[in-house]
């Protein structure tokens, strides 16, 4: 399903795109056959927004994100499409390229942070490090230091010790002057996710992109998540990619929306309008499948089925089988962005007036 770029921003040179991807296509070779986890994906950001990316686990949200930052890994590849940040190409762009840009331009703070933290370097050795290898500072990456370092911990007179703990006051971490000796483990799960931000943030990326930031965490430290993200952008000029399933979190916090189903985008909106008014069909299954707070008694409508798992002939439209007004077109016709409503598209037979000929 291809999908035009998005249009809706002034023509000035200055709120062109940060990132733009263009028919992005990634896919995994496995013994049941090719998945292809994203198919012909456009998106763009501008600097200064918040943009979620929303849609069931499975629908290719996390692969999208790895991909614009260059870290499919075998047997999974790109075989289609660009992603450009700043207008430069980072699909064609090498390996070495890729790592000077990771960090201080783009950053991304992964689901698990457990399990990306380093578990045998204190937190503030984790964020001195990023700091050192993404900014001239003046301290050495050099082997024979990093081991040095990480044997007689970090220096607390120097530079990038000085802005890790910035860094950590930055994203609300109580005594962070104490907590920065301290080990991931010693961190709660919603500590961890502050110093996953820490670290992302610690370079001042131009793009930062939180793929689910507040999974597994309660709702009261969530709020605080997405406080700080609301604040870093605000306080660093940081553009968000906000990845979730989450659509209180989308809701809340993003300016635009993207709803992915099945590798591909199904609607895109300014947040108010989406919640307004869903049009796509399985945006709308999303939306009566999540409880309300100001109804909390209301019957909850689960979509049936689930996210096909990318492998073999699809309907024309991903959805078809699992949607309620479906038509013998929609399995034949691949549908194209229509446009709904000022500022809002999608890509369904059945909506806009050509919808009328079904």
Same mark, same amino acid.
């Given at each position: 399903?291809?999908?035009?770029?998005?249009?809706?921003?002034?023509?000035?040179?200055?709120?062109?795109?940060? &990132?733009?991807?263009?028919?992005?296509?990634?896919?995994?070779?496995?013994?049941?056959?090719?998945?292809?986890?994203?198919?012909?994906?456009? *998106? @763009?950001?501008?600097?200064?927004?918040?943009?979620?990316?929303?849609?069931?686990?499975?629908?290719?949200? @996390?692969? *999208?994100?790895? @991909?614009?930052?260059?870290?499919?890994?075998?047997?999974?590849?790109?075989?289609?499409?660009?992603?450009?940040?700043?207008?430069?190409?980072?699909?064609?762009?090498?390996?070495?390229?890729?790592?000077?840009?990771?960090?201080?331009?783009?950053?991304?703070?992964?689901?698990?942070? !457990? #399990?990306?933290?380093?578990?045998?370097?204190?937190?503030?050795?984790?964020?001195?490090?990023?700091?050192?290898?993404?900014?001239?500072?003046?301290?050495?990456?050099?082997?024979? %230091?990093?081991?040095?370092?990480?044997?007689?911990?970090?220096?607390?007179?120097?530079?990038?010790?000085?802005?890790?703990?910035?860094?950590?006051?930055?994203?609300?971490?109580?005594?962070?002057?104490?907590? /920065?000796?301290?080990?991931?483990?010693?961190?709660?799960?919603? !500590?961890? =996710?502050?110093?996953?931000?820490?670290?992302?943030? @610690?370079?001042?990326?131009?793009?930062?992109? /939180?793929?689910?930031?507040?999974?597994? *965490?309660?709702?009261?430290? =969530?709020?605080?998540?997405?406080?700080?993200?609301?604040?870093?952008?605000?306080?660093?000029?940081?553009?968000? *990619?906000?990845?979730?399933?989450?659509?209180?979190?989308?809701?809340?916090?993003?300016?635009?929306?993207?709803?992915?189903?099945?590798?591909?985008?199904?609607?895109?909106?300014?947040?108010?309008? &989406?919640?307004?008014?869903?049009? #796509?069909?399985?945006?709308?299954?999303?939306?009566?499948?999540?409880?309300?707070?100001?109804?909390?008694?209301?019957?909850?409508?689960?979509?049936?089925?689930?996210?096909?798992?990318?492998?073999?002939?699809?309907?024309?439209?991903?959805? %078809?089988?699992?949607?309620?007004? %479906?038509?013998?077109?929609?399995?034949?016709?691949?549908?194209?962005?229509?446009?709904?409503?000022?500022?809002?598209?999608?890509?369904? &037979?059945?909506?806009?007036?050509?919808?009328?000929?079904?």
């Amino acid at each position: 399903m291809s999908s035009p770029r998005r249009s809706v921003h002034s023509t000035d040179p200055a709120d062109q795109p940060l &990132l733009e991807v263009s028919g992005l296509r990634t896919q995994f070779y496995t013994d049941r056959g090719t998945v292809t986890a994203v198919d012909g994906v456009d *998106l @763009s950001l501008t600097s200064g927004e918040i943009v979620g990316l929303v849609g069931e686990s499975g629908s290719g949200k @996390s692969v *999208l994100a790895r @991909s614009v930052m260059g870290l499919v890994d075998d047997p999974g590849e790109i075989t289609d499409g660009d992603v450009r940040l700043n207008d430069e190409s980072l699909v064609n762009a090498d390996d070495e390229r890729l790592n000077e840009l990771r960090g201080g331009t783009v950053s991304m703070v992964f689901q698990d942070p !457990m #399990h990306s933290l380093n578990p045998t370097l204190s937190v503030g050795e984790q964020i001195a490090e990023t700091v050192r290898l993404n900014q001239d500072i003046g301290e050495s990456v050099s082997l024979s %230091a990093e081991i040095k370092r990480k044997i007689l911990g970090a220096a607390e007179d120097s530079e990038a010790w000085r802005r890790a703990i910035e860094m950590l006051e930055t994203v609300q971490i109580p005594e962070a002057a104490t907590r /920065a000796d301290d080990f991931p483990h010693e961190f709660s799960g919603g !500590m961890r =996710q502050r110093a996953m931000l820490a670290i992302a943030l @610690s370079c001042e990326p131009d793009l930062l992109i /939180a793929d689910e930031p507040t999974t597994a *965490l309660d709702v009261t430290i =969530q709020a605080g998540i997405l406080d700080e993200l609301r604040a870093l952008k605000d306080a660093f000029d940081t553009t968000i *990619l906000l990845i979730t399933h989450n659509l209180a979190v989308v809701a809340e916090t993003c300016d635009w929306v993207n709803v992915m189903y099945a590798g591909e985008i199904v609607e895109r909106a300014p947040t108010s309008v &989406l919640f307004e008014n869903p049009s #796509h069909p399985y945006t709308q299954g999303l939306i009566a499948s999540t409880p309300r707070v100001d109804d909390p008694d209301a019957a909850l409508k689960p979509i049936p089925g689930s996210v096909p798992d990318g492998v073999g002939e699809q309907p024309a439209c991903k959805f %078809a089988k699992r949607c309620p007004e %479906a038509k013998p077109a929609c399995y034949e016709d691949p549908p194209t962005f229509r446009s709904v409503g000022t500022d809002h598209e999608v890509a369904c &037979l059945r909506r806009g007036t050509e919808a009328e000929r079904l």
